[in-house]
């Protein structure tokens, strides 16, 4: 049985998965339109995402407000990575999304360059936005051991399980933690966000902590203790040799 991860880009979509999960976008408007849990055939999302937003003093920019969308494609030893860099005049959005070859996790890095002749300050930047209806969904925190039927607090906590009637569910979370809304006062139904402020001058990137989600069916203690705590491993490992790669972050495979 082939494990291994892959991506898929055409005129009209762009995918990666792997064993577990497969990830699709709108290849000519870049947004999320299914996030597919193999196997059990769950289907995530209803509808398609704004999928991500930067906010500053003067607006707030999602998927729609930028121009036309660069998808690419990367393969490591740890999984393969699709590539989608959008722009705007003074504003480039890059979006890296790996699916693990040996983990069920689907890892996201969000990274901002100012473009313009200007300081640009950014107040929050939402990485993850996913519409998921709440209907027979709790969210779990605390170490997956308190549930709420919606969520919207500041949290060092790294991740947060989403969890279904039938047991089945996906753990997602910022890595380092940050703000999650979660059916909560957000427009969109699932929300992962970093605050700022952040001063970025001309030129520079801002990189963003990872994001991520993990599929699971069963047990969930289980899963905590042995692919979660796995994919954690895999996200201090990358974000270590992120750190060590110099202001161009775009050409960059961690």
């Known amino acids: 049985m082939n494990k291994r991860a892959y991506t898929y880009v055409d005129r009209t979509l762009a995918i990666v998965g792997n064993h577990w999960m497969e990830r699709t976008w709108s290849a ?9 849990q193999k196997h059990c055939e769950i289907e995530w999302v209803a509808g398609a995402s704004s999928e991500f937003v930067v906010s500053n003093d003067d607006c707030r920019l999602d998927v729609m407000d930028f121009g036309e969308v660069t998808w690419s494609e990367q393969n490591s030893v740890a999984g393969a990575t699709l590539v989608c860099l959008q722009q705007r005049p003074n504003l480039e959005v890059c979006v890296k999304t790996l699916a693990y070859h040996e983990n069920p996790g689907i890892r ?15 107040r929050r930047i ?41 047991g089945r569910g996906i753990i997602t979370g910022i890595d380092g933690g940050g703000h999650y809304s979660v059916f909560g006062r957000e427009c ?29 069916a069963g047990d969930l203690t289980d899963t905590v203790r042995t692919t979660y705590a796995h994919l954690l491993m895999q996200l201090r490992k990358q974000t270590r040799a992120r750190d060590h790669v110099g202001e161009d972050f775009f050409s960059s495979d961690v």
Do not use: M
């Open 108 to 122: 996201r890095r969000v990274s901002v360059r100012n473009r313009g002749e200007e300081e640009v300050i950014v």
């Open 188 to 216: 969109e139904c699932c929300c992962l966000s970093v605050l700022g402020p952040k001063r970025l001058a001309p030129g520079k990137v801002w990189k963003l902590p990872a994001t991520y989600i993990l599929p699971y």
């Open 28 to 36: 000519f408007l870049g947004n999320t339109c299914s996030l597919l």
């Open 126 to 166: 939402t990485l993850e936005q996913l519409p998921i209806l709440p209907d027979g969904i709790t969210v779990l925190t605390n170490g997956f051991e308190q549930a709420h039927k919606a969520l919207d607090i500041e949290t060092s906590e790294r991740g947060i399980a989403l969890n279904r009637k039938d």
